[in-house]
T-cell receptor, first 115, second 115 residues
Framework: AQSVAQPEDQVNVAEGNPLTVKCTYS??????LFWYVQYPNRGLQFLLK??????LVKGSYGFEAEFNKSQTSFHLKKPSALVSDSALYFC?????????????FGKGTKLSVIP | NAGVTQTPKFRVLKTGQSMTLLCAQD?????MYWYRQDPGMGLRLIHY???????AKGEVPDGYNVSRLKKQNFLLGLESAAPSQTSVYFC??????????????FGQGTRLTVV
């Protein structure tokens, strides 16, 4: 069965500092990997995805993520955090295998950017 | 652009009552999903559909039924609500894979309380 681990329930970072939100995954075959963000009382918004190719993926609002196959990780990063980045972040995985439709999410990491 | 619309947004049920949550998408997506979100648990897949007339069980299907009679609609039913079904429910849809996986688009959620 596929799974996603987000080892940190909460990450605190000062405004202007770089941020990292960690994600590791387990899946059969090659992965499709996604990051989503959720603001209070809202649905999830797509940030970025890794399908194939370049291991460094750039997404919305200045976020990027690095795919590391040997470490089965897909950490979310941003060079300079903004207070408005404070939200709940979810990592998700799907198998690229034929007939694989289930998208599995991690438990989420709450990011707090301190002014 | 409506995207994914969930109805209703809030509902309070008594134990044993039944209800149906409606999800409608206007993006002509093939795949649709129902998730529940609980504190500390992330998003867990209840049921999903890969096309009109087809449904499949996800991670936590017990106590729920679904139907996809029309491509744009995905209904989630609770036949006899239980307090353990108190949660926030999210519907999502995504386009059919054409060699590259596509991201899922989420509705705004339905907050259900069973008393």
């Amino acid at each position: 069965a596929q799974s996603v681990a987000q080892p940190e329930d909460q990450v605190n970072v000062a405004e202007g500092n770089p941020l990292t939100v960690k994600c590791t995954y387990s899946v059969s075959g090659n992965p499709y990997l996604f990051w989503y963000v959720q603001y209070p009382n809202r649905g999830l918004q797509f940030l970025l995805k890794y399908i194939t190719g370049d291991n460094l993926v750039k997404g919305s609002y200045g976020f990027e993520a690095e795919f590391n196959k040997s470490q089965t990780s897909f950490h979310l990063k941003k060079p300079s955090a903004l207070v408005s980045d404070s939200a709940l972040y979810f990592c998700a995985v799907r198998s690229s295998g034929a007939g694989s439709y289930q998208l599995t999410f991690g438990k989420g990491t709450k990011l707090s950017v301190i002014p | 652009n409506a995207g994914v619309t969930q109805t209703p947004k809030f509902r309070v049920l008594k134990t044993g009552q039944s209800m149906t949550l409606l999800c409608a998408q206007d993006m002509n997506h093939e795949y649709m999903y129902w998730y529940r979100q609980d504190p500390g648990m992330g998003l867990r897949l209840i049921h999903y559909s890969v096309g009109e007339g087809t449904t499949a069980k996800g991670e936590v299907p017990d106590g729920y039924n679904v139907s996809r009679l029309k491509k744009q609609n995905f209904l989630l039913g609770l036949e006899s609500a239980a307090p353990s079904q108190t949660s926030v429910y999210f519907c999502a849809s995504s386009d059919r894979d054409r060699g590259r996986s596509t991201e899922a688009f989420f509705g705004q959620g339905t907050r259900l309380t069973v008393v």
